[in-house]
C-alpha cells in the first residue's frame, strides 16, 4: 500500500525556468517530509525537509510547500539548473523512524 | 569527514545462499537503517537501529535480520536467498533515532542468479 505518491514519473524544464515536482500522501500521521535526489549509482542526497505543523521551507534554490488539508507536497527548484537533473524521491516520517518513499520523479533540465 | 560507506559495492549470489552487508555511519551517528530499492520503485523501509538496539522494522520477512555493533557500524545479513531479493540495498545514518536529515552511503547492489 503506497502512502506516498508521486504521480509523474518524469518531468522536462529548460533551464532558468521553474521546476516543480509534486508529492501526495495518504497517511496523516506522518509528522515529517523529505526529498531527496538520487544520480545513478550513487545513494539518495538529502535536499530539503518540513515538519508536519509548517507550510513552506525554504534552502537557496530548493522551496518545499506543504498542504495538509490536501495531503499534497511539492518542491520547487528555481533557477533550474542542468545539474540538478537526477531523480527526486519524496518521503514522509512515520512513527518518528521510518521514512516512506514514493516511487521518485525523474527531472530532466534542458541547456 | 567521511559520508555513510557501504561494503561491497556489487555482488552476486545464488539462489538459497546467505550474504552480509556491511555500513558505517557518519561519525557521530548513532542510529542506522537500512532500506531495500528494486528498479522502478523508491526505497523500502527494513530496519532501523539506534544505539544499538532495534527500533523499527518493516514488512520483511524473518530472513532479514541486522545487528549494530558498539562502534554504531551495522550489518544486514539475507538467509535463503530468492531472486526478488536482487536490489539495491540503502544504509542511511542519522544523528539520532528522529530520521529528520538522514543521509545516505552508496548502497550495495546485490544481484541473485
Known amino acids: 500500500d503506497q502512502q506516498v505518491k508521486q504521480n509523474s514519473p518524469s518531468l522536462s524544464v529548460q533551464e532558468g525556468r521553474i521546476s516543480i515536482l509534486n508529492c501526495d500522501y495518504t497517511n496523516s500521521m506522518f509528522d515529517y517530509f523529505l526529498w531527496y535526489k538520487k544520480y545513478p549509482a550513487e545513494g539518495p542526497t538529502f535536499l530539503i525537509s518540513i515538519s508536519s505543523i509548517k507550510d513552506k521551507n525554504e534552502d537557496g534554490r530548493f522551496t518545499v510547500f506543504l498542504n495538509k488539508s490536501a495531503k499534497h507536497l511539492s518542491l520547487h527548484i528555481v533557477p533550474s539548473q542542468p545539474g540538478d537533473s537526477a531523480v527526486y524521491f519524496c518521503a514522509g516520517r512515520l512513527s518518528g523512524y521510518a521514512l516512506n518513499f514514493g516511487k521518485g520523479t525523474s527531472l530532466l533540465v534542458t541547456p | 569527514d567521511a559520508g555513510v560507506t557501504q561494503s561491497p559495492t556489487h555482488l552476486i549470489k545464488t539462489r538459497g545462499q546467505h550474504v552480509t552487508l556491511r555500513c558505517s555511519p557518519i561519525s557521530g551517528h548513532k542510529s542506522v537503517s537500512w532500506y531495500q530499492q528494486v528498479l522502478g520503485q523508491g526505497p523500502q523501509f527494513i530496519f532501523q537501529y539506534y544505539e544499538k538496539e532495534e527500533r523499527g522494522r518493516g514488512n520483511f520477512p524473518d530472513r532479514f535480520s541486522a545487528r549494530q555493533f558498539p562502534n554504531y557500524s551495522s550489518e544486514l545479513n539475507v538467509n535463503a536467498l530468492l531472486l526478488g531479493d536482487s536490489a539495491l540495498y540503502l544504509c542511511?545514518?542519522?544523528?539520532?533515532?528522529?530520521?529528520?536529515?538522514?543521509?545516505f552511503g552508496q548502497g550495495t547492489r546485490l544481484t541473485v542468479v
Open positions: 542511511a545514518s542519522s544523528r539520532d533515532r528522529g530520521n529528520t536529515e538522514a543521509f
